[in-house]
């Protein structure tokens, strides 16, 4: 990264180091570093500016004086739960009939569709509002209407072609949003929903809420910018001292105590959790845990949870040790612009996470599919140099269904055309990578020791939190640091250090890397951040490595 100009620390009044470390967040004056470092419901802007917001809370406030049952449809991600979940606490809580629908991931997949909203209308419900979905599902809410069911759409996804016409379209990318920030995940926008909707009612908005939109901001990987940055660190700070039956439950089965969670744990403890019901059985059990009120109740649901989880986590292995077996066979000498891996076998929930692991061990777009005898299901993962969901849409008449973004998509195929999509993607995938170097990227954020990071700057960087999209976690370089000692450790897979500057030495992992071993000897240059580690009740500093190579290689 470039360096910050002459002067700026001194601007500041910051160590070179915490300088640095603003000038790569886009931080250029001390008012822009007050505001990043002491993120405020300042950054919270009014909903009244998002598009529809005043039809869906007039809909809304008629329906909870009349009585009528309000339908929330979600999602079967944490995105999508926690925006359920948002919404069934806070209609609830101004005394609404309200009944959630959490869609099955394989059945119905991603949105609206018509057999549900018959189950809804069957049920009695004659409003329905969407979270994190909805922005193009035009026949469905016309099907709605037909059905005498009013809809309010409330989405963050980017609209396509021409936008439904429902009761109220709350999206802040539509192009009628006067909305100051575009980047509120799904529960984000469910949030200002119900801000405004209590705020027209001259209620008081339940402050838990906000540690919803933490989990689901951090899930769908929403940039921890602006508005989200104050959202998640206000909810994160909520969560640890959280009464939640089901987020405590959650805590305690993860392996984290209360008062300890930041944006990591949630990302890699509770988080897949939530996921894990949806993607080998049903999320309803998880929207159940967010909305329980009794420690039992949650308490059994957590357990059920971290045994899906465990499942997940060995079906993923197994699935990626099968693929991995599969690229070796089929491409022995030189990878393809493109990875694509199958199996009969492989569970549809997973298949995103397979994908993903092929997808940052070879450094290619990679496409998991789960072969079936009529029909295959796919989740694909990319790189920056190439657009996955454009290519898909060059090839869309061979798609039963497909959907995403430019890194991450999702489609279903009539399994004689998967040859030809494999085809046509790789094509594609040649001549827009030609002459690329396909080479990860490690971005680092300024050369600096250990010991130069720990004490005042190791604080600093601490406050530089939540770390997620657009503001990631710090990573510095230490040049030709003496290693003291290393060992494979978790059966060899990854590599365990001690490390040596010149003032002290330190602990470091470098997870994944255990093949590496014969690389840590005498002295390397290594990029690592730092983390507190606490193993049988010591708490240390850790060095947590993402590179490493000889010194001065």
Known sequence: MPSAPAGFEADLGMSRLQAQLLYNRGIRSAEDAHTFMNPDSGLSHDPGLLPDIIPAVERLSDALDSGEMIGIFGDFDTDGITSTALLVRAFSGLGGRVLPYL???????????????????????????????????????????????????????????????????????????????????????????????????????????????????????????????????????????????GIRALARVSGYEMGTLDASSLSFGLIPRLNAAGRLGHSGISLDLLTSTDINRATAIASELEIQNSRRQTLTESGVAQADAQIRRQHPTELPSLIVVGHASWEPGILGLIAGRINDSYYRPAIAVQIGPEVSRASARSIPEFDIISAMETCAPLFTKYGGHARAAGFTIATEHMRELVARLREIADIDMKGTQLQPELAIDCDALPSEVEGPNFEFVQRLSPFGESNPTPVFAARGIRVLQARGVGAGKHLKMRLADAEKSWDAIAFRQGDRAGIARNHIDVAYSMEWNTWQGRTTLQMVVADIKPAGG
Do not use: W
Request: aromatic share 4%; with cysteine.
């Open 103 to 245: 869609p099955d991931r394989v059945e119905e997949g991603h949105g609206l569709n018509t057999d549900a909203l018959r189950r809804l209308q069957e049920s009695g419900v004659t409003l329905l509002v969407t979270v994190d979905c909805g922005s193009t599902a035009t026949d469905e809410i016309n099907f709605a209407a037909e059905l005498g069911i009013d809809v309010i759409v409330t989405d963050h996804h980017t609209i396509h072609g021409a936008p439904p016409s429902p009761v109220a379209l709350i999206n802040p990318k539509t192009d009628r949003s006067q909305y100051p920030y575009a980047e509120l995940t799904g529960v984000g926008i469910a949030f200002k929903l119900a801000q405004a909707l209590y705020k027209k009612l001259g209620q008081d908005l339940p402050p838990d809420l906000m540690e919803l939109v933490a989990l689901g901001t951090i899930a769908d990987v929403g940039p921890l910018t602006g508005e989200n940055r104050y959202l998640v660190k206000e909810g994160i700070e909520r969560i640890n001292a959280s009464a939640n039956p």
